[in-house]
Structure formats: C-alpha cells, structure tokens
C-alpha cells in the first residue's frame, strides 16, 4: 500500500540554523500539507500546497518557513533560522485531487531545537 | 480559530470492553475524520463522514457525523491491546472558505487497554 514517507526521522539542530525536512507523497496525490505537532498537544495545520504554489498557510507559518516541490516529488519544508519553539513533530500529508478531505500522514520527523 | 473539544481526555479500560469518545464544536462541519496516533508515529486514518446523520464502520470501530453537523462520536467495540493509542477527531468546519481541504485537530482521547 503506497505511503508518505518523511526524512530524516530524527533532526537535532541548533538555534539559529536552518533545517530542511523532506516528505516523499503518494505518487497520485494532487494536495500536499505541513503540520506541526508540539509534544503532547494536537496536531496544528501549516501549510497547504497545490498547484506548485501555496493555497493556504497558518499564523504559525511566518516567514522564517517556506515549502516547495523541486523536482515533481520531494515535497520540502525550510525553517530558514531555527527558534527554541520551533520543537516539534512536523508531519506531511497529502491528499488525492477531487472532492475528499482524507489526508494520508507521514510518519512525522521530530525536530529538535537546542 | 476553530477548536474541536474531544471527550473523555483520557480512558482507562479492560480489554474486552466497548468505548466511546466523541467531539463536539460551536461550529456546523464540512466532514469528520477519525484518527489513531501511536507513540512517536503519525495520525493514520480510521474513518471520514461526509454526510450528517451518516454511520460508518470500519471492523471494529464504528462512526457517526451528528445531525447537527456539529458533533461526531467514534466507538470501538471488543477492545484490544493494540487499541491502545490517541484518537484525534478532525474536520473542517463549513465557513472556513477555501478549497485546500486543512483538516482541524481536537485534542485528542488517550485510550489505554489494559488485558
């Protein structure tokens, strides 16, 4: 059964640095997401991607973050200079093109900010 | 933004036994999903409803998208071991304009089974 697959599982990065998370998506899916979820809290929408272009972002999705799709599949998140609060687990969904609100999620990367 | 309230936070049940666990909203919603999380893993999809009133099962979870549109309860029948886990509600409510299809998160129910 395909699979959205994420890299690296584990990211340990210092304050300051920028990191890139990559999300491989289910190769006929049309909709790619970011989300975030801080330790033991719920799951929070960043980013949605369609199109090659975003369509939609969250407050948390500031300028210091951006996303793109180089090459038709990796599908990337930057977070240009890393914050303490940046912490989290990042995890990729996407979705297939059509009237469905079934999002398929990677298995996260947990990003570690010190 | 919109907030999605999960209940119970958490349950502390005997292998054998049926929960339930619902979320409700002030707001009228689009769908429903259903989610299960594991340690350290990400959501994998248990069920989606699309219409209200509707009641989906899938094995031994069963779901249903309130009439009002506003609520949805998840019930897993004959509990296993491997039950155990957080389970998210998510759905986008009907005014958030828009066509990228963002899910909204609750909070979560941790289910613990104990054999």
């Known amino acids: 059964e395909p699979e959205v697959t994420q890299t690296p599982s584990h990211q340990v990065t210092q304050m300051g640095q920028e990191v890139i998370l990559r999300c491989v998506p289910i190769?006929?899916?049309?909709?790619f997401y970011w989300y975030r979820q801080i330790l033991g809290q719920k799951v929070e929408f960043l980013v949605s991607?369609?199109?090659?272009?975003?369509?939609?972002k969250s407050e948390i999705f500031d300028d210091q973050f951006s996303v793109e799709r180089p090459d038709g599949s990796n599908f990337t998140l930057k977070i240009r200079s890393t914050k303490l609060e940046d912490s989290a687990m990042y995890f990729c969904?996407?979705?297939?093109?059509?009237?469905?609100?079934?999002?398929?999620f990677g298995p996260g990367t947990r990003l570690t900010v010190t | 933004g919109q907030q999605l309230n999960q209940s119970p936070q958490s349950m502390f049940i005997q292998e054998g036994e049926d929960v339930s666990m619902n979320c409700t909203s002030s707001?009228?919603?689009?769908?429903w999903l259903w989610y299960k999380q594991d340690p350290g893993e990400g959501p994998v999809l248990l069920i989606a409803?699309?219409?209200?009133?509707e009641l989906t099962s899938n094995g031994r979870l069963t779901a249903q998208f309130g009439i009002t549109r506003k609520d949805s309860f998840l019930n897993i029948s004959a509990s296993i071991p491997s039950d155990v886990g957080i389970y998210f509600c998510?759905?986008?409510?009907?005014?958030?304009?828009?066509?990228?299809?963002?899910?909204?998160f609750g909070k979560g129910t941790l289910l613990t089974v104990n054999p």
């Open positions: 969904a996407t979705k297939t093109g059509g009237y469905s609100y079934e999002q398929y």
């Open positions: 190769s006929n899916h049309l909709y």
């Open positions: 991607f369609y199109n090659n272009e975003i369509s939609e």
């Open positions: 707001s009228i919603f689009n769908t």
């Open positions: 409803l699309y219409k209200a009133g």
């Open positions: 998510a759905g986008q409510p009907l005014n958030s304009g828009g066509s990228n299809y963002k899910l909204t």
